[in-house]
């Protein structure tokens, strides 16, 4: 398994401005992931984080908005720019280990209401 | 083809009952069929996952049954705990694929009462 470690754990902020939350594994691993999930709803694949390159973006999703970093094998930050009440969402690092890559751990995600 | 259908969206049962959660799929490229139970506040976890190459997976009280014709699977939950009181999501992937993304189903609100 792995242990995600995701700061902050939530935060309230002022439209207009931006967040970096951080996202800490206990071991080197290829694959993470950023998702968004909406209070009560499914999880939205946002990015993959790519060590050593940029991120990979899904559609509706732009760099601007969510630029990503992934300095080295077990760290990576996700920053909402120029925040509006239509980010307030949770977001999540994931990691995927395991034969293929197909286990997938989660931290325990950012709560962040804009307001 | 990307979707994930999950239903139902909320469900009730009676503690010592059998939870029924059903997924479909279109995607036939999916060969990696997951299920994560997620707390309130907390990170969604591995429950248990299935590969095509078999209709049934067991692991305690938690059974994944998998028709690969019909491209639906289902989690059931047997001798349900208040505990178990939960949302559980489904979820495809391709093990081979180039990124291994999982699509996720919407999402089923359990809950077990005493």
């Known amino acids: 398994s792995a242990v995600i470690s995701q700061k902050p754990s939530r935060d309230i902020c002022q439209r207009g401005t931006s967040l970096t939350i951080q996202c800490q594994v206990d071991?080197?691993?290829?694959?993470m992931f950023w998702y968004r999930q909406q209070p009560g709803q499914s999880l939205t694949l946002i990015a993959t984080?790519?060590?050593?390159?940029?991120?990979?973006?899904e559609s509706g999703f732009v760099i601007d908005k969510f630029p990503i970093s992934r300095p080295n094998l077990t760290f990576s930050t996700l920053t909402v720019s120029n925040m509006s009440p239509e980010d307030s969402s949770i977001y999540l690092c994931?990691?995927?280990?395991?034969?293929?890559?197909?286990?997938?751990?989660f931290g325990q995600g950012t709560r962040l209401t804009v307001v | 083809q990307q979707q994930v259908k999950q239903s139902p969206q909320s469900l009730i049962v009676q503690k010592g009952g059998i939870s029924i959660i059903n997924c479909a799929y279109e995607n036939t490229a999916f060969d990696y069929f997951p299920w994560y139970q997620q707390f309130p506040g907390k990170g969604p976890a591995l429950l248990i996952a299935i590969r095509p190459d078999v209709s049934e997976k067991k692991e305690g009280r938690f059974t994944i049954s998998f028709n690969k014709s019909a491209k639906q699977f289902s989690l059931h939950i047997m001798d349900s705990q208040p505990g178990d009181s939960a949302t559980y999501f489904c979820?495809?992937?391709?093990?081979?694929?180039?990124?291994?993304?999982?699509?996720f189903g919407t999402g089923t609100l359990l809950a077990v009462q005493p």
């Open positions: 979820a495809a992937s391709r093990a081979r694929g180039a990124t291994n993304k999982l699509i």
């Open positions: 984080a790519n060590q050593g390159s940029e991120a990979t973006y």
């Open positions: 071991s080197q691993v290829t694959m």
């Open positions: 994931s990691v995927t280990i395991g034969q293929f890559n197909t286990e997938a751990f």
